[in-house]
């Protein structure tokens, strides 16, 4: 146990750096400060899925309506809101087919950072896309085939999204409040690989290239056909030709949805800017001067989707016990070789206008990047440790049978993502944010009656005040002032603070009331 006198010392200087920390990045798109409201099963278009074909209920593509659940801030006052699109993963197929436990809007992950965001200000939508390949078919190309033809549709898809939010505001009354200036896009896992090909397709040609080919009997042939297949954007219609696999000829593969506002006048599908955590993108010779501001979060040692250029590895697809028998798909690029091209064009340079005193983690960023700004590797000691950030909760709807660690883990990893975002984000998407904040008021914590109870403490812990000082959020450091657990939209004047497996010792706890902040020592036996 720390001596009284330094004890009393750590927390005054603790208390004077969550001070700093909060005059550094206070404000809307910096810190959370909202009550959340979900409008669930938002329809944003319809278009074709083969998944019926695949599962033998059909014998032709079927329409599907493509849904999103929106998250919206609830008290702020802002008619303007930037939107982010995030898009989940789970290998373009169905859980449980995907053999993981993701692939739905409503993964735990997927909550998590679209709550997160609206907390901060945002309109962020979970947006579920189309799915569909056969892992098991006996042909390796017939397997690479529609493989690639999943993750088109999956562009097609995000690109819909991006025109149906655009539409709502324009033409359908606004109802989330939105500025159709200012859309981004979040890909985790395989939607990382959506992300990173809507960041960076501008035409059909850059998808007719040799990786993409493919010999189905007559010579070779792309594996996306534009008249086949509709345009990158989604906006025509796709056709089946006589001899195609699989489907009947005449069937209908995509849907244009979204192409044009009430005025006649073509509606984007152009982005201000795109995050990935993991993924990969489908050819670096994609990115060009003209694309956009670009953050990535990735795993060095991800054994599926390469850090620098390798082959994309579909995992849950081959022996169980031997990992590299996983379907080896075609040569991808990740997020390092990613960030490596916009370093040399000069794409991320913006985000060097980050003032200093903005607590986003750069410094750790940077020595591990090799200078590329914007690339953020979190090497983990682990080979199968892929996904960090990603986690189970109780109220997830897939329930597997190995799920990943739990939230604590996984949140810390959130912590740093949205920090090291946040203001990077503020400049791709010119939110004006206030990097330099406001001076904030340190409460006395008897004048508020703030009492920790029990403490010390075994197990859970009640924080309370009086009843006119309701608590807005409550976060946990450890005592090196790491952050190790955040509890928002508290909202009241108690709150049980659940131990969940934190070792013994002493932490802190920052407190966030409407007029200022208390810090308050906690020693868990």
């Not at 208390?15 to 959340?36: F, T």
């Not at 809507?198 to 534009?226: C, H, R, S, W």
């Not at 379907?327 to 913006?350: K, M, P, W």
Request: proline share 9%; charged share 15%; aromatic share 10%.
């Amino acid at each position: 146990m720390l001596p009284m006198k330094k004890l009393n010392f750590l927390l005054l200087i603790f208390a004077l750096s969550i001070a700093s920390s909060l005059r550094a990045q206070q404000g809307p798109y910096l810190e959370a400060l909202y009550d959340v409201q979900v409008t669930p099963n938002q329809i944003y278009g319809v278009n074709a899925t083969i998944l019926p074909v695949l599962f033998q209920m059909s014998n032709e593509a079927q329409p599907q309506p493509l849904i999103m659940d929106i998250y919206e801030p609830v008290g702020d006052d802002n008619d303007a809101r930037p939107v982010m699109l995030v898009f989940h993963t789970g290998n373009f197929l169905p859980f449980p087919q995907n053999n993981g436990t993701g692939g739905t809007l409503r993964d735990s992950t997927v909550v998590e950072v679209c709550r997160r965001l609206a907390q901060r200000g945002y309109v962020a939508a979970s947006v579920d896309y189309r799915l569909g390949w056969n892992p098991v078919d006996p042909s390796q190309d017939i397997r690479k085939f529609f493989l690639i033809n999943a993750a088109y549709r999956g562009v097609q898809d995000a690109r819909t999204a991006v025109r149906y939010m655009r539409k709502l505001a324009v033409d359908g009354g606004n109802p989330y409040k939105i500025d159709p200036d200012k859309v981004g896009l979040w890909g985790i896992g395989t939607g990382g690989y959506i992300t990173a090909a809507v960041a960076t397709l501008d035409e059909y040609a850059e998808v007719v290239i040799p990786k993409f080919l493919i010999n189905l009997g007559a010579g070779p042939v792309p594996m996306v056909i534009q008249q086949v297949n509709g345009n990158i954007f989604g906006t025509s219609v796709g056709i089946v030709p006589p001899g195609y696999p699989v489907l009947p000829a005449g069937d209908t593969l995509c849907y244009p949805n979204h192409v044009t506002y009430n005025d006649g006048t073509t509606i984007s599908s152009d982005i201000s800017m795109v995050v990935n955590n993991g993924g990969a993108l489908g050819d670096i010779s994609w990115i060009d001067e003209v694309t956009v501001p670009w953050v990535s979060f990735h795993v060095p040692t991800d054994p599926f989707a390469p850090y620098t250029t390798g082959t994309l590895t579909v995992p849950g697809t081959g022996d169980p016990a031997d990992p590299s028998d996983d379907f080896a798909v075609v040569e991808v690029s990740g997020s390092y070789d990613i960030q490596a091209r916009l370093s040399e064009l000069g794409i991320n340079n913006l985000f060097a206008n980050i003032p200093e005193g903005v607590l986003d983690y750069s410094e750790v960023a940077d020595s591990r990047n090799d200078g590329s700004e914007g690339l953020f590797p979190f090497p983990t000691g682990q080979i199968a440790d892929s996904a960090p950030w990603d986690f189970y909760a109780p109220d997830n709807p897939n329930v597997p049978p190995n799920p990943p660690p739990n939230p604590v883990r996984a949140r810390m990893y959130w912590d740093t993502i949205m920090a090291y975002v946040g203001p990077r984000a503020c400049i791709a998407l010119e939110l004006n944010c206030n990097f330099s904040g406001s001076s904030v008021k340190m409460l006395d914590a008897s004048e508020l009656n703030l009492k920790l109870t029990p403490n010390p403490a075994a197990h859970d812990v009640l924080v309370s005040a009086d009843p006119e000082y309701a608590i807005r959020s409550i976060e946990l450091f450890d005592v090196n002032g790491r952050l190790l657990r955040s509890f928002f939209n508290v909202n009241n004047n108690q709150f049980n603070l659940p131990r969940e497996g934190a070792s013994p010792g002493i932490y802190f706890l920052r407190l966030r009331f409407e007029e200022g902040v208390a810090v308050q020592k906690l020693v868990f036996e």
